[in-house]
């Protein structure tokens, strides 16, 4: 091939994605790559731009090292800052036609907090995640490499990231005090995106610790906050104000109101006031402890 610069490096297209917002310190973002699959046995020589990155294969190609007279096969693995001129040959995979991969560029800072390296102990070398992360490394390759959908990458990749940025960082504990606090913001529809927002965690990782620590799922908890609120004002006014209703509950939709409300009681909210005459005690609490 004369040009095989053109045919692999010409044919690349990277969608990029920033990462969750609370490794914005960490990582500067996530390239999704896709072009054409390299020629057996083709040669690259590695041309340092400055960062570390890691550097994912899923389309079977892989690069071959050489280190201490070892050589390695590596289809995950991240490159440190080179000043050498390094060569690596890049060998593409069996069945594949086409490269497709990842990349992920970490800052200076990211390097420590997420790898646990010091930037000087990957200058000029090319090291497996397996050798950074140990078995967690290579599981985050397997369960990258059986999912198709870039979103569901992105967030894969958040929820391992934050993992490690978790290790230490004590804030990035579930804080069930705040979710309360957040979930009883007077007139404020919570969702669970804007909790794992607060919480510096992602919305996967915040639903499995959630629902490990309580027993039920965050979403099914701020269903239980908002209707818990509406039936105080109900109790409070003995009559059933459906605008007002709605404002306090934070609903925009009358119809999506009721089906809450019977799925959570059983009951719509005219039959709970006409049942109980206007008196009840509302029994839930909107705090767990």
């Known amino acids: 091939m004369d040009n095989i ?19 914005r310190e960490y990582i500067y973002n996530y390239s999704f790559v896709e072009g054409n699959s390299p020629p057996a046995n ?11 990155e890691l550097f994912m ?5 892989f690069i071959c090292i050489d280190r201490k007279n070892t050589k390695y096969n590596l289809n995950n693995y991240i490159i440190g800052i080179n000043n050498n001129g390094n060569t690596i040959r890049l060998e593409p995979g069996k069945s594949s036609q086409k490269l497709n991969g990842l990349i992920v560029r970490f800052t200076h800072r990211g390097v420590n907090e997420l790898l646990g390296v010091k930037i000087s102990n990957l200058c000029n070398e090319i090291v497996s995640s397996e050798e950074i992360w140990g078995y967690k490394g290579k599981q985050l390759f397997n369960v990258l490499f059986d999912t198709t959908e870039i979103c ?3 967030e894969i990749l958040d929820d391992f990231f934050l993992a490690q940025l ?18 009883n913001e007077k007139n404020q529809r919570a969702t669970v995106e804007n909790l794992a927002d607060s919480l510096y965690l992602s919305y996967r990782t915040l639903s499995r610790k ?26 409070e006014r003995k009559a059933i104000n459906l605008p007002e209703i709605l404002y306090y509950g934070g609903y925009y939709d009358q119809s999506h109101f009721i089906r809450e409300f019977r799925a959570t009681l059983n009951i719509t909210p005219n039959e709970l006031l006409k049942n109980s005459n206007g008196n ?4 839930r609490g909107v705090r767990i402890n």
């Open 5 to 23: 610069y053109d045919h692999i490096v010409g044919s690349m297209k990277f969608k990029q994605n920033l990462p969750h917002f609370a490794l």
């Open 42 to 52: 083709t040669s690259m020589q590695i041309i340092s731009n400055g960062y570390i």
């Open 57 to 61: 294969h899923f389309d079977g190609s």
């Open 152 to 154: 569901e990458k992105k």
């Open 166 to 183: 978790t290790r230490h960082n004590e804030y990035h504990r579930i804080d069930l005090d705040l979710i309360s606090r957040i979930c």
């Open 210 to 235: 959630f629902e490990n620590e309580t027993g039920i799922c965050p979403k099914e908890y701020m269903k239980i906050v908002r209707i818990n609120k509406i039936c105080q004002v109900i109790n």
């Open 280 to 283: 009840f005690y509302v029994t």
